[in-house]
C-alpha cells in the first residue's frame, strides 16, 4: 500500500472541499471511508462522507477486533463515535495511495496503527473568524440547526488542536484555506512530489 494523505484541520477548515476537489484532480487516489454514529447530515449519502451506523453495529465491530481507532464526543445531541475499520479498504498488497479526512486524535492512532512514514498529514489552516461564520452558514442550511453544537466544536477544536499537541506529532507544515484554488495547488503540488 502507498501512502495515506490524511487532511485533518479544525472544523470548517474546508476539509470535504478540499477532499472532493483533490479527488477529482488526482483520481487515482483511493478513498477509505470511516464510519460515525452520528446523524446523517442534509446532503450527504451513506457510504460516501460516512458509514451511518448505530451503537450496535460499532459494539459489534470493536467486539470482531477490526476497529483501528475511534473516538467519541460528548455533543449537544448526546454522544457521536466516529471510527476506523479495518473492512478490507486498506490493501497492504496494493501500491496506490489513499486520501483520508480526520481528526488530530484520530491521526495519531493511526500512526501508531501502521508502518513509519505511511501516514502524511495534511494540515488545513483557517483565520478563526472565517472558520466560524463558515460554521455557522453550514449549519443554516440543515433542517434543524444546532447552533450550540457548532459552538461545542468551535471550543472544542482549540485544545484538541493546540500547538503543543501539533508541535507533538510533528506537524509543522500548514496549508491556508482562505483561497480554495491556491490550496488545492499547494497540496497537490506537496503530493506529487
Do not use: H
Amino acid at each position: 500500500m502507498g501512502r495515506i494523505y490524511y487532511l485533518l484541520g479544525k472544523s470548517a477548515t474546508g476539509k470535504d472541499t478540499l477532499y472532493k476537489e483533490i479527488l477529482k484532480r488526482r483520481p487515482k487516489l483511493r478513498t477509505v471511508t470511516m464510519y460515525t454514529t452520528r446523524p446523517i447530515r442534509e446532503g450527504e449519502t451513506d457510504g460516501v462522507e460516512y458509514f451511518f451506523t448505530g451503537r450496535e453495529e460499532l459494539e459489534r465491530q470493536l467486539a470482531s477486533g477490526k476497529v483501528i481507532e475511534s473516538r467519541t464526543y460528548q455533543t449537544i445531541a448526546g454522544p457521536w463515535t466516529y471510527y476506523t475499520v479495518d473492512d478490507g479498504q486498506f490493501n497492504a498488497a496494493d501500491d496506490e495511495s489513499c486520501l483520508m479526512i480526520g481528526t488530530l486524535e484520530s491521526y495519531e492512532k493511526m500512526c501508531t496503527y501502521f508502518e513509519a512514514g505511511k501516514m502524511v498529514p495534511v494540515y488545513i489552516e483557517v483565520p478563526d473568524g472565517i472558520r466560524l461564520l463558515r460554521a455557522v452558514k453550514r449549519e443554516e442550511n440543515q433542517k434543524k440547526p444546532n447552533y450550540r453544537e457548532v459552538c461545542r466544536r468551535y471550543l472544542a477544536d482549540e485544545k484538541d488542536f493546540s500547538e503543543e499537541n501539533l508541535e507533538r506529532l510533528g506537524i509543522t507544515k500548514r496549508y491556508q484555506n482562505t483561497d480554495m484554488e491556491i490550496c488545492v495547488e499547494e497540496i497537490l503540488r506537496d503530493l506529487d512530489k
